[in-house]
């Protein structure tokens, strides 16, 4: 199956994605379709961690011209499961928007009704829109790449419809087969790739604003595995290097060439350093851990009294390693001053006879506050 590339702006979308969709040949065949958007984080468009509302509205727009009468937009982003939180996450990327549009409200999928099917792990439990067959299901993600997984593109989109206790486990278990093995599990009848702005470098949600590369690209096709192919090219990763894609040669590619597009991204680090902190990427933290960090030093930065405590810090300590995740066996190399934080650090942290920033995921208000406890602490 072909995947289509065209060149395109929020600004232009709406009368490029119909000529997108046209070169695949797309049309929807349901009444009802289900839209899964990339909504991970609670950061405005400007951010390229989520999927644009331009290229959202262009959507719906579409469908409705070719008769479709219910739309509905799911999503299931760890850290914003209560519904108090997910209502905040839509507002800040400004979802709402569409919401008022479309006259409809952005679904939170860990409450949506769900069927359990056998996959290789087991058991696992999914929104009835992808298996109902009454639902037309589009996966919309955004190209992006990712401190565990190089790239997050359309295969790991379909983590979100997850139930969280789910998305834990794939991190704990098995993260790159478990996404390969999803999509084998679930397939889309369409994949809209937002690749207009995109985040590059360690993502995907640190570094935000500052890690956005524009790329001016749209990319559709019906096969998640041909289409993070294509989409994981454009960014300069062979997907060999990329453990949940499998290598594809031979894909049919229409409108732009991949050899004209691609633009090589800047790399994700096993680890990003801010002031005196290296903070470490493990590949069995999951996002949820991951968000909470990211608000963490979010608010040390922008909050003034917080920012004096740094300093404070920055001036008694040379360096303080963060570590989250399972599976921790030893300190990295030079480690003196470690914090160690989320449930999953319990075992390690005991171990070694040291204390631990409990939360699954820890709330980012308690990570700042058991972080602040070292000015307290004497220097060894
Ligand atoms: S403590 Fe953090 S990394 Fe561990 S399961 Fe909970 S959210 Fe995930």
């Known amino acids: ?62 469908l409705l011209s070719r008769g479709v009468e219910e739309i509905i937009i799911g999503e299931g982003t760890g850290y914003f499961t209560k519904q108090e939180h997910f209502r905040k996450l839509i507002k800040a990327t400004k979802y709402t928007k569409i919401e008022k549009k479309f006259n409809l409200e952005i679904e939170n999928l860990e409450f949506a009704d769900r069927k359990t099917v056998n996959w290789k792990y087991g058991e696992l439990s999914l929104p009835n829109y992808v298996l109902d067959g009454e639902h037309e299901y589009i996966n919309v993600p955004k190209m992006k790449t990712h401190c565990q997984c190089s790239v997050t593109l359309a295969m790991k989109n379909q983590k979100g419809l997850l139930l969280l206790k789910d998305k834990r486990n794939f991190h704990k278990n098995a993260l790159h087969d478990m996404i390969f093995e999803l999509s084998k599990t679930v397939k889309p009848d369409l994949i809209l790739m937002d690749a207009i702005s995109c985040l590059e470098g360690t993502g995907p949600t640190e570094n935000t604003q500052t890690n956005v590369k524009q790329l001016n690209l749209v990319l559709a096709g019906r096969d998640l595995i041909e289409v993070d192919n294509v989409a994981a090219r454009i960014m300069g990763y062979d997907p060999e290097e990329v453990k949940h894609i499998p290598k594809l040669d031979n894909i049919t590619v229409i409108g732009e060439q991949l050899a004209d597009v691609a633009s090589p991204f800047k790399r994700p680090e ?15 933290m999951c996002t949820q851990c991951g968000i909470a960090m990211s608000k963490t030093f979010r608010k040390i930065l922008f909050k003034e009294e917080l920012r004096t405590r ?3 810090l920055t001036e008694k300590y040379p360096r303080i390693d963060f570590l989250l995740g399972a599976g921790l066996e030893e300190f990295p190399e030079g480690c003196v001053v470690p914090v160690l934080v989320g449930n999953c650090t319990m075992e390690f942290a005991k171990s070694k006879g040291i204390d631990f920033c409990k939360g699954c995921p820890p709330n980012h208000n308690d990570i700042i506050e058991f972080f602040f406890k070292l000015l307290e602490e004497e220097v060894k």
């Open 1 to 62: 199956m072909p995947v289509s590339i065209l060149k395109s702006t929020y600004k232009t979308i709406q009368e490029d994605l119909p000529k997108l969709l046209e070169k695949i040949n797309y049309e929807p065949q349901k009444k009802k379709v289900f839209i899964k958007p990339n909504l991970v984080d609670a950061l405005p468009p400007s951010s390229a961690v989520i999927v644009h509302p331009k290229l959202m509205e262009a959507l719906c727009d579409f």
């Open 270 to 284: 096993p680890y990003i350093v801010m002031g005196p902190i290296i903070y470490h990427q493990n590949e069995k």
């Open 310 to 312: 740094f300093e404070q």
